[in-house]
């Protein structure tokens, strides 16, 4: 699963176009070559909001005293439970776990952020269908993941494509201010 694209208003249309192709193209191949349960074959990501959460995370724990604690490698971060793999004492680590909870980038959404996004993507999705695409689905829940989950067969439309992308865009502006784009699994 992954966002669309931000858009770079400082390229020429085609000058995005040709970078989001790209970005489409590196995404399939990471996404293929990964072994991530959470990659898909689909669009590319919006930037560096989750990799920016896992670096938080990790600078957090080792300004709390854990000053060996890793960096994200490949996109993760271990979920680390003894303090020797990091040469702190199990309290040490313990304590800066706890100063740390609200960075930890693997936590599950609140039921009240679970429906906020959902209401937002349905309003997404509204828009995209005045938009042309009238096929474009409804958002999906599966287990507080909200995302919209797109067979190109079924669906009759490539979200990946240049001109899905020009309309995803416009339609941004049904989303919170900075969110970017949602999140699309898309299926042949």
């Given at each position: ?9 400082a ?12 970005a489409?193209?590196?995404?399939l ?8 349960p ?33 960096d ?15 040469g ?30 959902l ?10 269908r ?17 995302s ?14 240049s001109?899905?992308l ?5 339609c941004?502006?049904s ?9 699309v699994?898309?299926?042949?």
């Amino acid at each position: 699963m992954s966002n669309f694209p931000s858009p770079r208003s400082a390229f020429p249309r085609r000058a995005r176009a040709a970078a989001s192709i790209v970005a489409v193209a590196t995404a399939l191949l990471a996404a293929a070559c990964s072994s991530s349960p959470s990659s898909t074959g689909s669009s590319s990501s919006n930037g560096g909001g989750a990799t920016n959460s896992l670096v938080a995370y990790s600078q957090c724990m080792r300004s709390h005293g854990v000053p060996n604690f890793p960096d994200p490698n490949g996109g993760q971060i271990p979920k680390i439970t003894s303090g020797q793999r990091v040469g702190v004492t199990n309290s040490q680590l313990s304590t800066a776990q706890g100063a740390c909870q609200s960075l930890w980038p693997y936590q599950a959404s609140t039921q009240t952020q679970t429906q906020t996004q959902l209401t937002n993507y349905l309003a997404f999705a509204k828009c995209m269908r005045s938009h042309g695409v009238p096929n474009w689905p409804d958002p999906t829940n599966s287990g507080g993941h909200v995302s919209f989950n797109i067979s190109v067969s079924r669906d009759g439309f490539n979200p990946n494509s240049s001109a899905i992308l020009t309309k995803a865009h416009q339609c941004m502006s049904s989303l919170p201010a900075g969110s970017g784009l949602p999140t699309v699994s898309v299926s042949s």
